[in-house]
């Protein structure tokens, strides 16, 4: 179990570390940011996983860490907005949103 | 097995960290030092630390990611290009950094491994079970005292930064989000779990995980994201209660160890018999403190809607 | 032992989940197929993981605890895909 468990942890950390590409490449900041969501999310995985390896008190740190999770990705959000402050949802969708797909490249990871 | 997960990990924070200041742009750059701040709190986890992890958590991937986005949305605002000179390698620079590094090196091979003080006896002396609030605020008191009036402190000269007629003003942008929206939705959700978890970890910190800095920093996470949903409303320099909150754990702190002083023993001396109850009182206070004074670090100065963004 | 059978069987499946959010996140082609991706990874993939450790834990307090983070998981990359989809379609952000 505790040679299995090893391994998970190996292989999430493996997947974080890949999930960093994104960081690099991703042409958008949104890409960017969804790529840092995905590692504090694996991050809250191998935490429990230690936890279970180690000592069970590691779930308090990753309460810790899903519970803040969405915080710089909220501040992402609000600093991108046109004065700083807003919210994305009180603008609305641009009116050819739905035609968009044709119109967008796909940018095959740049 | 554990070797090569440590090895992994250490691989994984020495990439993180080079790419961070490889450059291509600040906005990779802040990403980057995001997900550095989760893979160190990874590494204390490793070693055992945890109430250094949690903190790690709290601070480099929640606060101060927040803190730089807003400051790299301001640039954006203001159309600042971020220009990037690149003038190639600076050799005395690089040279300095090299000795430095191998002075430390050779310091770490040759010098005796330092005997460690047995402290398990004194720790049942303290009142407290874990031994990192016994070192905080028992051993080393006078050390978490200065830190939390450098705190303070800190606010202090962030708040120069706002003109004289704005401290009736809110602080921080004028958040505002759509009502019934999304954002909203998770400002009303989100808090209240947090603030039960933080108290948890203010009054757990005395026998397992936790502390007044944890707690603390938990709450001023989960307060500014109420802030920035708008479902709290922000508040202004000039409100008492503000103040009041701002000074009480310095303030706490300083009046035990007068009150100890004029007892009779030393300043900041804590009697075995009333540690316990002293200690929390202090870590209590402290994390309010602690709490609405980081929470007002991120938040920023007041902003005068119509001149500066 | 069955126990432990069911740690491996569902931690496994959430390993799956994980490197199959990750590959997503590097190989589609769009922000938006990329956030598909990743609430993927970030529902199913620490659901199975935080299951399968539940089959390990030695108290009723862990196992609250374990469901407590996967529903903080869940809640925050719920509002996240919302907020970063928005700010994406609006053309809010720009192109670094």
């Given at each position: 179990m505790s040679v299995w468990l090893h391994i998970v942890a190996l292989g999430l950390l493996a997947s974080l570390g890949a999930a960093l590409l994104r960081v690099w490449r991703g042409p958008s900041q949104a890409d960017r940011m969804m790529a840092a969501q995905l590692a504090g999310t694996g991050g809250v995985a191998v935490l429990m996983v230690l936890a279970a390896l180690q000592?069970?008190?590691?779930l308090v740190v990753a309460l810790a860490l899903a519970l803040l999770a969405a915080l710089a990705a909220v501040g992402f959000v609000k600093a991108q907005t046109p004065d700083g402050?807003?919210?994305?949802?009180e603008s609305p969708p641009p009116r050819d949103w739905a035609q968009k797909p044709a119109a967008r490249q796909p940018d095959n990871g740049a | 097995m554990t070797l090569a997960l440590d090895l992994a990990l250490c691989a994984l924070i020495v990439c993180v960290s080079l790419a961070t200041v490889a450059g291509g742009g600040i906005f990779r750059a802040i990403i980057f030092f995001i997900t550095y701040g989760l893979f160190l709190a990874i590494g204390w986890a490793r070693l055992g630390a945890f109430d250094v992890a949690l903190a790690e958590a709290a601070i480099g991937a929640g606060l101060t990611g927040v803190l730089l986005l807003a400051a790299h949305g301001r640039l954006r605002r203001m159309r600042t290009k971020a220009v990037v000179q690149?003038?190639?390698?600076n050799l005395p620079a690089a040279l300095a950094a090299t000795a430095m590094t191998g002075a430390l090196g050779w310091a770490w091979f040759a010098l005796p491994a330092p005997s460690v003080p047995d402290l398990s006896q004194s720790i049942a002396q303290?009142?407290?079970?874990?031994p990192v609030t016994a070192v905080l605020l028992n051993f080393r008191a006078w050390d978490t005292l200065l830190e939390s009036i450098v705190l303070l402190a800190a606010l202090l000269g962030v708040w120069?930064?706002?003109?004289?007629?704005?401290?009736?003003t809110p602080l921080g942008p004028r958040y505002h989000a759509l009502s019934g929206g999304v954002l909203v939705g998770f400002g009303r959700l989100l808090p209240p779990v947090g603030l039960i978890f933080g108290a948890y970890l203010v009054w757990a910190g005395a026998e397992s995980v936790g502390g007044a800095f944890q707690g603390g920093t938990v709450l001023a996470a989960v307060g500014l994201v109420a802030l920035m949903a708008n479902v709290l409303p922000a508040p202004s320099i000039s409100q008492a209660g503000l103040r009041i909150a701002l000074v009480l754990g310095p303030g706490v702190f300083l009046c035990t160890g007068l009150l100890a002083a004029a007892l009779g023993?030393?300043?900041?001396s804590i009697a075995p018999e009333v540690a316990k109850a002293m200690i929390l009182t202090i870590e209590i206070a402290l994390s309010i403190s602690i709490a609405v004074t980081l929470a007002l670090l991120v938040l920023g100065p007041p902003v005068d809607t119509q001149g500066a963004p | 032992m069955m126990a432990d059978i069911a740690t491996y069987v569902l931690t496994a499946l959430g390993l799956v989940f994980f490197v199959a959010g990750t590959v997503g996140l590097l190989r589609f082609p769009d922000t938006f197929s990329r956030l598909h991706a990743l609430t993927k990874a970030d529902n199913l993939g620490l659901g199975f993981i935080a299951l399968g450790l539940a089959f390990q834990a030695e108290s009723w307090a862990q196992l609250a605890m374990l469901a407590l983070i996967w529903a903080l998981a869940l809640l925050a990359a719920g509002t996240v895909a919302q907020l970063v989809a928005r700010a994406a379609l609006a053309g809010l952000q720009e192109d670094e």
């Open positions: 000592d069970w008190g590691l402050a807003g919210d994305p949802e | 690149r003038t190639g390698l303290t009142g407290v079970g874990n120069m930064l706002a003109r004289e007629e704005d401290w009736n023993s030393d300043f900041l | -």
